[in-house]
């Protein structure tokens, strides 16, 4: 007989268990095609032989044998469903958990699954976390998206999330903001406290993604702790002065010109010398505020007459003083 057919009949205990066991076996090794179309028309008649289909299902889909074997889950899902997608996320490979968790959580959301089975979701999401760093990280947003929209509440992950920023190192800063960023546009309610963490671990590093210097400050990110972040990037070496006067020039309106980046641009070129192209620098610079006359005398007149020293630089020190 068919497994449909077997499957239907009105055997005892007895042979329903080997019905399911084949049952079983089939959605495991079965062509994609084949199980579908054999789910579609004995799914009720298989579950009646206690067949578990569900966990040999996720098993496909998150071995990478496609999005099909979740939908089949989710076509006509129960308890144990919900469980082989959280079980089945628990063990994937971290390199394909980021794609694989929002692939899950959408259609779990879509399906109208209850807040419980969503909660596990987010749950597998916290546990994980640690084996991310903040690039794949990002790419979980579309899942928190999901599972809020489900109604989960993910404010354990976002918790998480806001500690691993906090202790990022200056290396990784842009890959923080980046993920920061990216889960706050996929969960709005979390993005003062990224914003806010954010801001706080550059400035405590005095290292700063510059290129999303104008998100953390229209996002009310502090001018003040930005700004000094930015001087010690600047201060730090880390950025060769063709990079760091482009990137400058780009957030140049949102720090309002601050004096402080001129003065953080002229000193470094001080300090490096002639060990470095001095000009790219300093004509940035002078796009920049002057230096208030009173301060001039601390540290920004001394760095200009040590640049004044390296020669064939008259031109630009005598703007830079104007």
């Not at 084949?34 to 028309?41: D, E, K, Q």
């Not at 299902?57 to 979740?70: N, Q």
């Not at 993920?179 to 590093?205: D, K």
Request: one cysteine or more.
């Amino acid at each position: 007989l068919g497994l449909h057919l077997a499957a239907r009949l009105p055997f005892g205990e007895a042979v329903h268990s080997p019905i399911g066991t084949a049952a079983v076996n089939f959605v495991t090794s079965a062509p994609k095609d084949t199980v579908a179309r054999t789910l579609g028309t004995s799914r009720a008649a298989l579950r009646r032989a206690k067949a578990d289909l569900a966990t040999p299902l996720a098993r496909r889909w998150v071995g990478g044998e496609g999005s099909e074997f979740l939908e089949m889950i989710v076509a006509d899902p129960d308890a144990d469903a919900w469980e082989a997608i959280r079980a089945s996320l628990g063990a994937a490979p971290i390199g394909r958990f980021p794609a694989l968790v929002a692939e899950g959580a959408e259609s779990m959301a879509n399906a109208g699954a209850p807040v419980t089975a969503l909660d596990a979701i987010g749950s597998i999401i916290v546990s994980r976390c640690g084996e991310m760093m903040g690039p794949q990280l990002a790419q979980t947003g579309p899942a928190l998206e999901a599972l809020a929209r489900g109604g989960c509440d993910v404010t354990a992950v976002i918790d998480v999330l806001l500690v691993r920023v906090g202790a990022a190192g200056a290396a990784e800063i842009g890959d923080w903001t980046a993920m920061a960023q990216q889960i706050s546009a996929s969960v709005p309610s979390s993005e003062t406290q990224m914003v806010q963490a954010v801001t706080q671990r550059s400035r405590a590093l005095g290292a700063i993604d510059l290129a999303r210097v104008p998100w953390l400050i229209e996002r009310g990110a502090g001018r003040t702790e930005v700004r000094e972040a930015i001087v010690q990037e600047i201060l730090s070496g880390r950025r060769s002065p063709g990079d760091l006067a482009i990137a400058l020039e780009g957030i140049r309106t949102k720090v309002q010109s601050a004096w402080q980046v001129r003065e953080a641009l002229v000193i470094r070129v001080a300090r490096v010398g002639a060990a470095q192209e001095p000009r790219p620098l300093l004509d940035a610079a002078k796009r920049w505020n002057q230096v208030p006359k009173t301060l001039r005398g601390r540290e920004y007149d001394p760095a200009l007459d040590a640049i004044l020293a390296l020669g064939g630089l008259d031109d630009v020190v005598a703007d830079l003083r104007a």
